[in-house]
């Protein structure tokens, strides 16, 4: 047993070398990306929160906001800001483009994850990631001039810019997100339980519906969830298709105005800082925390399934 | 016709190009425990595949020849799925589907139309106790099957096999993961099942083919070298090709 000879140069071991500074830029870098995302949420809420906090403190009230369906910001003599038709116009369209974009999206998901094979597969899932990626504006289009004659001419209604058309356009906008979103949580599940299921002489239906689906129940539910939180914030293909007129609507015939769209179209005609300015901020503000809410859900419920 | 259970004749099996098994030719009798001994890469799982028609979950997998089972070629049945249900496996990594221990076992007669609690109860507790696993989860049927140790999911997977009244059951090295003292248990189980069915087994163990196999097929590298009673595997004097004894003398694999 003797002492270990001493290192020969024990000087480099206090050098630092250009890996050394490389690493630590990359790291300040690096940390500065990750926080930026940070910063611009909470910037981004703040300056919401403060454009719109003087209507929020002068001119809000439960009732006259959440429970009045006059919005008149513009009359002269008594100018109101009921936000009930805009709320229930993006909720009723939400409402119909999930009722088309739910089966829809689980039907081609469970085609590509679990019955599509080799080709057939690849050519499908690309086909619907480049789906996802057509502008809302080519969306709103062709529900201003394709759906709308169609509608009218189906129908026989006077216009056919309403409920229906604005919701079925915005199903087949979320369609493709939640069909990635859903078919990854299918995937996720592994192809050993589907072996064993087979083995046990379950058909590719049985093994779906009984072993797969209840392993994805938390993606698939995400996947939904990210869909209604898209149709929520959805503005353009909206606005171009729903009519844009305030009212509550009582049947998928009916025009409707929704929030992000009301936004959308008034905040040019406004003076900075005036009540009807604020109140816009304040819908923003509502379809911010609503916003928020729904994705932090769908969020969580990922990550349960990384957790389990 | 023979009276064979598994009757196999020049069966090739490719993966793309690669040749898995080349022109195997065998019979498995009744009510015998028949053992694939051989290192890996043999052919042996590619084997069991056929067998169900598990090869239609493999992309590229293909085959040529054969393979009867209870005198019915493989590929004449309309219905695969009703071919799976007589033929129960077991894997070599334990697969608790993510249900309940009771449900992993009811599974496959729920499949098969089977509702009634009761029927249901007698089924699972029937199954649970031939793969000597009763007495270790009767108090927690709730749990999840994939919380159990792994010794206990390799006989939860023997049971839920079982649960099909399979006439075929087809073990694809069992004992991976599996304790010794487990591997024992099993191993006096499948003496027992014998006598309701025909037992494929294949091991990576001599030692295994040796004490539960009646007649042992040695596969190597795509080709079944040999099929003879077990114990002339063992025999100095018997007459075996040379690479078959090197194998169970260890001297290669």
């Known amino acids: 047993m003797s002492a270990p000879p001493p290192h020969p140069d024990t000087a480099a071991l206090d050098r630092r070398d250009l890996a050394w500074y490389v690493d630590k830029l990359v790291a300040v870098l690096v940390f500065v990306g990750g926080v930026s995302a940070v910063v611009f949420i909470v910037g981004i809420f703040a300056f919401v929160t403060h454009e719109g906090w003087g209507f929020v403190s002068e001119h809000f009230s439960l009732r006259g906001f959440f429970g009045s369906i006059r919005w008149a910001p513009t009359s002269t003599s008594n100018p109101t800001y009921g936000a009930l038709a805009l709320i229930a116009g993006t909720a009723s369209v939400t409402g119909l483009a999930m009722l088309v974009a739910v089966p829809f999206s689980l039907g081609a998901a469970i085609y590509i994850a679990e019955f599509a094979t080799g080709r057939t597969r690849e050519v499908l899932k690309v086909l619907v990631e480049m789906l996802a990626a057509i502008p809302s504006v080519v969306w709103g289009f062709i529900g201003l001039s394709v759906m709308n004659p169609l509608i009218i001419d189906v129908f026989n209604v006077p216009i056919g810019l309403c409920v229906l058309n604005s919701g079925l356009i915005l199903g087949l906008m979320a369609a493709p997100i939640m069909t990635t979103i859903a078919e990854d949580a299918l995937k996720a599940v592994p192809d050993t339980y589907r072996e064993a299921a087979e083995a046990l002489g379950a058909t590719r239906w049985q093994v779906t519906r009984r072993v797969v689906l209840p392993a994805a129940r938390q993606g698939l539910l995400a996947a939904v969830l990210l869909g209604v939180g898209r149709g929520f914030g959805e503005t353009m293909a909206v606005l171009m298709a729903s009519g844009h007129a305030i009212n509550l609507p009582t049947s998928p015939f009916d025009s409707v105005r929704a929030l992000t769209a009301t936004i959308a179209a008034e905040l040019g005609e406004t003076a900075v800082g005036s009540t009807h300015y604020q109140a816009l901020f304040a819908l923003g503000i509502f379809l911010f925390v609503v916003t928020f809410v729904i994705n932090l859900s769908a969020d969580l419920i990922v990550r349960g399934i990384r957790k389990t | ?253």
Not at chain 2, 143 to 150: E, H, K, M, P, R
Not at chain 2, 207 to 219: C, E, I, K, P
């Open chain 2, 1 to 253: 016709m023979s009276d064979a259970e598994i009757a196999v004749r020049d069966l090739t099996i490719r993966y793309g190009q690669h040749v898995a098994l080349k022109g195997a030719s065998f019979e498995v009798r009744p009510h015998e425990i028949f053992g694939i001994i051989g290192p890996a890469n043999s052919g042996k799982t590619s084997f069991l595949k056929v067998l169900n028609r598990m090869d239609t979950f493999t992309a590229g997998m293909h085959f040529e020849g054969q393979v009867e089972v209870g005198g019915r070629d493989v590929r004449a049945w309309r219905n695969l799925y009703a071919l799976r249900r007589q033929i129960g496996v077991v894997f070599p990594l334990p697969v608790g589907l993510p249900l309940s221990v009771y449900d992993n076992v009811a599974f496959a007669p729920r499949l098969a139309g089977v509702r009634a609690k009761a029927d249901l109860n007698v089924i699972v507790e029937g199954c649970l106790r031939r793969a000597a696993l009763w007495d270790e989860v009767k108090d927690r049927l709730n749990a999840l099957g994939s919380l159990l140790s792994g010794g206990q999911q390799q006989r939860l997977t023997i049971a839920r096999a079982l649960s099909q009244k399979p006439r075929i059951l087809l073990l694809d090295e069992f004992s991976i993961a599996v304790d010794p003292v487990t591997t024992m248990r099993i191993e006096a189980v499948l003496s027992e099942l014998k006598a309701e069915m025909t037992i494929v087994l294949v091991t990576n163990l001599v030692q295994q083919a040796r004490r539960l196999a009646d007649r042992t097929a040695f596969f190597l590298m795509g080709e079944c070298v040999t099929v003879a009673p077990t114990e002339q595997f063992f025999l100095r004097d018997a007459d075996l090709d040379p690479r078959a004894r090197d194998y169970v003398e260890g001297r290669f694999g």
